[in-house]
């Protein structure tokens, strides 16, 4: 087993996940330093941290090299789909924008290990999608969810670093749905309304993973220096009319030639922003 890392530095450190990790990787109490790099401060106290509010779009190497960083855990990402497609753009070009940046920022750093959080949408929904999903499936996300795109587009420019810088550990996870008490998107917030919108004959299966596990499993993949392609979830599945029982929630049932087109046009014309006819 490696020895653990003596410096780790987290970027988007005061997001949800963020400062789930930092919690985390405090309690274990055997790290010398943290660094959080967000553009605001992390939301909660953490004891021997150093704490920089700025943008990674720019070079973060000198920081890293200052604090003699080790591994960079990047989680920095605008989730945000944005309203109009020149948001969407400005979005996508940000996002990718500060990975490149961060990435030249590890290589001049001369960082041993970059971990990236990726997302099981990279998969794409598809009917011949093989059940259970292998990290070693196809990437087939679609282009009209910004979110599972951007994270696509991402992982492309994070295989091409590895493959030019081999003597750098590489890690990318690509967590299903994160769920837990701290848990508030779009997602998380779709199981508290009245209703949910049902396909009919449609019953997908759907994984959760708890928060905290979430945090401990990149903490395990910090620690031991684990480089790969890794999916993770919790075990088994519930399947969506399953959840609508859980939550209390009162399907609304059509068919799916009107479903797809009326979520369409609810979202174009702006009347929701939970999801598009892909999502």
Same mark, same amino acid.
Not at 59 to 67: K, M, Q, R, V
Not at 163 to 175: A, D
């Given at each position: 087993?490696?020895?653990?890392?003596?410096?780790?530095?987290?970027?988007?450190?005061?997001?949800?996940?963020?400062?789930?990790?930092?919690?985390?990787?405090?309690?274990?109490?055997?790290?010398?330093?943290?660094?959080?790099?967000?553009?605001?401060?992390?939301?909660?106290?953490?004891?021997?941290?150093?704490?920089?509010?700025?943008? %990674? $779009?720019?070079?973060?190497?000198? #920081?890293?090299?200052?604090?003699?960083?080790?591994?960079? *855990?990047?989680? +920095? !990402?605008?989730?945000?789909?944005?309203?109009?497609?020149?948001?969407?753009?400005?979005?996508?070009?940000?996002?990718?924008?500060?990975?490149?940046?961060?990435?030249?920022?590890?290589?001049?750093?001369?960082?041993?290990?970059?971990?990236?959080?990726?997302?099981?949408?990279?998969?794409?929904?598809?009917?011949?999608?093989?059940?259970?999903?292998?990290?070693?499936?196809?990437?087939?996300?679609?282009?009209?969810?910004?979110?599972?795109?951007?994270?696509?587009?991402?992982?492309?420019?994070?295989?091409?670093?590895?493959?030019?810088?081999?003597?750098?550990? %590489? $890690?990318?996870?690509?967590?299903? #749905?994160?769920?837990?008490?701290?848990?508030?998107?779009? *997602?998380?917030? +779709? !199981?508290?309304?009245?209703?949910?919108?049902?396909?009919?004959?449609?019953?997908?299966?759907?994984?959760?993973?708890?928060?905290?596990?979430?945090?401990?499993?990149?903490?395990?993949?910090?620690?031991?220096?684990?480089?790969?392609?890794?999916?993770?979830?919790?075990?088994?599945?519930?399947?969506?009319?399953?959840?609508?029982?859980?939550?209390?929630?009162?399907?609304?049932?059509?068919?799916?030639?009107?479903?797809?087109?009326?979520?369409?046009?609810?979202?174009?014309?702006?009347?929701?922003?939970?999801?598009?006819?892909?999502?």
């Amino acid at each position: 087993m490696n020895q653990p890392p003596e410096v780790i530095a987290v970027t988007g450190a005061s997001g949800y996940v963020g400062a789930l990790l930092l919690q985390k990787l405090q309690d274990q109490g055997d790290l010398r330093k943290l660094v959080a790099i967000d553009l605001i401060p992390p939301p909660l106290p953490i004891h021997n941290i150093a704490v920089y509010r700025q943008d %990674v $779009t720019d070079p973060i190497d000198e #920081l890293l090299d200052n604090h003699r960083v080790s591994t960079l *855990v990047h989680l +920095a !990402f605008i989730t945000e789909a944005g309203i109009n497609r020149r948001e969407i753009m400005y979005n996508r070009e940000a996002n990718l924008g500060s990975l490149r940046s961060v990435l030249n920022s590890c290589l001049r750093a001369r960082i041993k290990h970059f971990v990236y959080l990726s997302s099981h949408t990279v998969y794409g929904a598809h009917p011949d999608n093989p059940v259970p999903l292998s990290d070693g499936a196809p990437l087939r996300p679609s282009p009209e969810i910004p979110y599972a795109y951007d994270k696509f587009l991402s992982e492309q420019i994070i295989q091409e670093f590895a493959e030019q810088h081999p003597e750098t550990k %590489v $890690t990318v996870l690509r967590p299903c #749905l994160v769920l837990g008490p701290n848990a508030d998107n779009k *997602v998380t917030r +779709a !199981f508290f309304r009245p209703w949910l919108m049902a396909v009919h004959d449609c019953n997908p299966p759907i994984q959760f993973l708890y928060e905290d596990d979430l945090a401990r499993v990149l903490t395990i993949i910090i620690k031991q220096g684990i480089p790969g392609i890794f999916n993770v979830a919790g075990e088994g599945v519930v399947f969506y009319r399953e959840l609508a029982e859980i939550i209390k929630s009162r399907l609304i049932e059509l068919p799916a030639f009107l479903s797809y087109p009326l979520v369409q046009l609810t979202w174009r014309l702006h009347l929701q922003r939970h999801s598009t006819a892909a999502g």
